[in-house]
T-cell receptor, first 112, second 113 residues
Framework: GENVEQHPSTLSVQEGDSAVIKCTYSDSASNYFPWYKQELGKGPQLIIDIRSNVGEKKDQRIAVTLNKTAKHFSLHITETQPEDSAVYFCAASRRDGQNFVFGPGTRLSVLP | NAGVTQTPKFQVLKTGQSMTLQCAQDMNHEYMSWYRQDPGMGLRLIHYSVGAGITDQGEVPNGYNVSRSTTEDFPLRLLSAAPSQTSVYFC????????????FGPGTRLTVT
């Protein structure tokens, strides 16, 4: 079955710097790759996603890149702010938005 | 819209007891899923449904049952609770084919003693 790895497990950056989180997946049939932000005591919230027919997607300070050949995708956050501090999860869907497998998460701390 | 709601927020069970975690959504979404979240392990899919009357197993289905009799509701049943089922449970929904964004509920924290 699908396996999703995520690195690093923790990341500390200074406010204003960039943060990059990387995920790899094993199933070449996976075709949808979302990123979620989870704040303490809350459910995950989608921040950006990418489908297998696209190589890069941007939304203001957040971007995601996908390399299907290498089976990895990355989250890029520029100009980080203290409110970006949270746990971030990547995921892969093996079947058109069904049957998601999540990475173990990255705890991002943005230091003022 | 209330979005995805879950009840209860907290629950303590004794080993062997049964209970149902409730999940409802008011967005007319076709897809619904149940996940458990354990420290350091991300979210793991328990069961999911692609429409009323249709359910399928995820990564960790043992010890859990689901049914989907209506579009709105997707309850998760623990038949005989075990300490290994101590976790935070999240329900999620998405619109369906072509619209994959999942909306998560606030979670239920379950402790089995």
């Amino acid at each position: 079955g699908e396996n999703v790895e995520q690195h690093p497990s923790t990341l500390s950056v200074q406010e204003g710097d960039s943060a990059v989180i990387k995920c790899t997946y094993s199933d070449s049939a996976s075709n949808y790759f979302p990123w979620y932000k989870q704040e303490l005591g809350k459910g995950p919230q989608l921040i950006i996603d990418i489908r297998s027919n696209v190589g890069e997607k941007k939304d203001q300070r957040i971007a995601v890149t996908l390399n299907k050949t290498a089976k990895h995708f990355s989250l890029h956050i520029t100009e980080t702010q203290p409110e970006d501090s949270a746990v971030y999860f990547c995921a892969a869907s093996r079947r058109d938005g069904q049957n998601f497998v999540f990475g173990p998460g990255t705890r991002l701390s943005v230091l003022p | 819209n209330a979005g995805v709601t879950q009840t209860p927020k907290f629950q303590v069970l004794k080993t062997g007891q049964s209970m149902t975690l409730q999940c409802a959504q008011d967005m007319n979404h076709e897809y619904m899923s149940w996940y458990r979240q354990d420290p350091g392990m991300g979210l793991r899919l328990i069961h999911y449904s692609v429409g009323a009357g249709i359910t399928d197993q995820g990564e960790v289905p043992n010890g859990y049952n689901v049914s989907r009799s209506t579009t709105e509701d997707f309850p998760l049943r623990l038949l005989s609770a075990a300490p290994s089922q101590t976790s935070v449970y999240f329900c999620a929904s998405s619109a369906g084919p072509g619209e994959y964004e999942q909306y998560f509920g606030p979670g239920t924290r379950l402790t089995v003693t």
